[in-house]
């Protein structure tokens, strides 16, 4: 049985093992015997396709980073009045995290105590920051309110996107609502925030 695993173990596979434990475990609770555990291989086998569980969890937060990064490059993200492009942002940021949820959890869950950990918040503070910019410039074109904090929005309307990873699974055939999921948080965030119900 292990001998197969050895055999078709890739890179990929062994990444969405490791992003499970360790949003189960804890990153620092996390050891190599742990991760060859759960992927039924040995401890050897993982250092053939890593140099260790630091290199998984860039791999693992990289990729739900470069799908939040990805988005502000879309054309819809570019192009328009600022309140229509980050209400693009945000529809797009619920559609990366329903796509990628272990990934987008474990990288909400990461608090700097290693190199890799720090990199990502601070890659995660710039693309806040993209996104409170949008907002500013919403409120500058007179769309959005100017009597909000935009940091305080920012931090808000994070919060309702970033909570999705406590609850949403994504099942077979979905559940009722989730096709509107990103409309919904899009209209409560948005509505309260139109100026002069624009």
Known sequence: MTTAKRDTYTPETLLAVAV??????????????????AAGISKSSIYHHVAGKEELLRRAVSRAL??????????????????????????????????????????????????????????????????????????????????VDIRLATRLLFGMVNSLVEWYRPQPGGFPGEEQLADTIVRLAFEGMRANGR
Not at 20 to 37: A, I, P, Q
Not at 79 to 92: K, L, N
């Open 20 to 37: 499970r434990v360790f949003n189960e475990r804890g990153y620092d609770g996390t050891s190599m015997e742990h991760l060859s555990r």
């Open 66 to 147: 470069d799908g939040l990064f990805a988005i502000l490059d879309e054309p819809g993200a570019l192009r328009g009045r600022a309140v229509e492009r980050v209400e693009y942002v945000t529809r797009r940021t619920v559609d990366v995290l329903m796509a990628e949820v272990p990934y987008v959890t474990l990288l909400l869950r990461v608090r700097g105590n290693t190199q890799t950990e720090r990199w990502a918040l601070e890659r995660r503070r710039e693309f806040d920051q993209r996104v409170s910019e949008l907002l500013q410039a919403a409120v500058a074109e007179g769309d959005l309110r100017a009597d």
